[in-house]
């Protein structure tokens, strides 16, 4: 069993008004095998977070620790991160001219692994892995997220996911611009990857249609810059029917937290 923990992170960003403290004390545990959603308004640093996980050169940490079986994330690169474990599907996935989906989806995993895989059982694993979601076999060779629409780049993310098999993926709101059948590829391609690997999930999202495919253990409300509140699944079903108000700072309001 893997252990994901977050100890007391505080991090900030550089906007045009100065320095801006967005993370506030972010304190949570993830274990293999366990799904954690993050729900909460806009603006509320459920995405800062996943960044900072990730080591975004934007979000610079002020304290805290993010530790992965005992060893801190934060004093690694982006790459010695996602070696370690980590994987971030990106909330707006960019593309990468030039680099075919092939070669940078085998170089990423060998990079992973320590080794380049087979040939044949790579190209076998790779067209099994796009067929179920539903992928056409013309992406393995065009370039990474160019010209794919919203629905392809997550489910190209998804296919990454699948291939580098991590310890812990984060989804920063894997869900955003799906329509109802997409939703439902990705959200199985995300399943059938847990089961084959059994890693921990931190799925950050603002609505439940996800958690009706991806079924969390714990539900947590993020505001303000940390945690406000955890419970089990019925949680979402309370946010979903209550909103996010009670949890905001006082005097802001929903409206205001979408600004």
Do not use: C
Not at 60 to 81: F, H, I, K, N, Y
Not at 104 to 116: D, I, K, M, P, Q
Not at 181 to 187: E, F, G, K, P, Q
């Amino acid at each position: 069993m893997s252990t994901l923990e977050i100890k007391n992170l505080y991090a900030s960003v550089e906007t045009k008004e100065g320095r801006k403290q967005i993370l506030r004390g972010v304190n949570l545990t993830v274990n293999s095998g366990e799904i954690h959603a993050i729900m909460g308004p806009n603006g509320s640093g459920k995405s800062t977070l996943a960044y900072t996980l990730a080591g975004h050169p934007k979000y610079e940490v002020d304290s805290g620790q993010a530790l992965l079986d005992g060893e801190d994330l934060l004093l690694m690169t982006p790459d010695e991160r996602a070696k370690a474990g980590l994987f971030l599907a990106m909330q707006y996935p960019v593309e990468v001219p030039g680099v075919s989906m092939t070669n940078f989806l085998r170089t990423a995993v060998t990079e992973v692994s320590g080794e380049a895989p087979a040939i044949r059982t790579w190209t076998k694993e790779l067209t099994a892995a796009m067929k179920q979601l539903k992928m056409d076999p013309k992406f393995a060779t065009r370039s990474v997220n160019e010209g794919f629409s919203g629905g392809e780049k997550k489910r190209a993310e998804v296919l990454q996911l699948e291939m580098l098999k991590p310890k812990f993926a984060v989804l920063d709101e894997t869900d955003s611009g799906l329509d109802v059948d997409a939703l439902r590829i990705v959200s199985e391609g995300v399943n059938r990857a847990k089961a084959a690997n059994d890693f921990g999930v931190l799925m950050v999202t603002h609505y439940t249609r996800i958690l009706k495919y991806i079924k969390p253990d714990i539900v947590h409300v993020f505001a303000d810059g940390h945690f406000v509140k955890t419970g089990g699944p019925e949680l979402a079903d309370e946010l979903e029917e209550r909103g996010y108000d009670e949890y905001l700072p006082e005097g802001s309001d929903s409206e205001s937290a979408l600004a």
